[in-house]
């Protein structure tokens, strides 16, 4: 039987690609869209989208972990 790893940054993309498609998570993905639009407005929509990818994770991270109200379903889900 053959193993196959993967490394941190395929991971990365399953996760987010996961996440996108959450529907608890679609408040959160609105959310942080609109802070990646407000600190720049003048990005273009495709830079704009890679921003997002490249800044989601992280950001979901902290915000459902600092966030005491959030339900331990939510957590679970970034876990």
Same mark, same amino acid.
């Given at each position: !039987?053959? *193993?196959? /790893?993967?490394? #941190?940054?395929? #991971?990365?993309?399953?996760?987010?690609?996961? $996440?996108?498609?959450?529907?608890? *998570?679609? %408040?959160? +993905?609105?959310?942080?869209?609109? #802070? *990646?639009?407000?600190?720049? %407005?003048? !990005?273009?929509?495709?830079?704009? #989208?890679?921003?997002?990818? =490249? /800044?989601? $994770?992280?950001?979901?991270? @902290? /915000? +459902?972990?600092? @966030?005491?109200?959030?339900?331990? =379903?939510? *957590?679970?889900?970034?876990?």
């Amino acid at each position: !039987m053959n *193993v196959i /790893t993967r490394g #941190l940054k395929e #991971l990365n993309q399953v996760h987010l690609y996961i $996440l996108n498609n959450t529907n608890e *998570v679609g %408040p959160y +993905i609105v959310h942080h869209e609109a #802070l *990646v639009m407000e600190s720049n %407005p003048k !990005m273009i929509e495709n830079r704009m #989208l890679k921003e997002y990818n =490249k /800044t989601f $994770l992280n950001w979901f991270k @902290d /915000t +459902i972990f600092g @966030d005491h109200n959030a339900s331990v =379903k939510e *957590v679970s889900i970034c876990a």
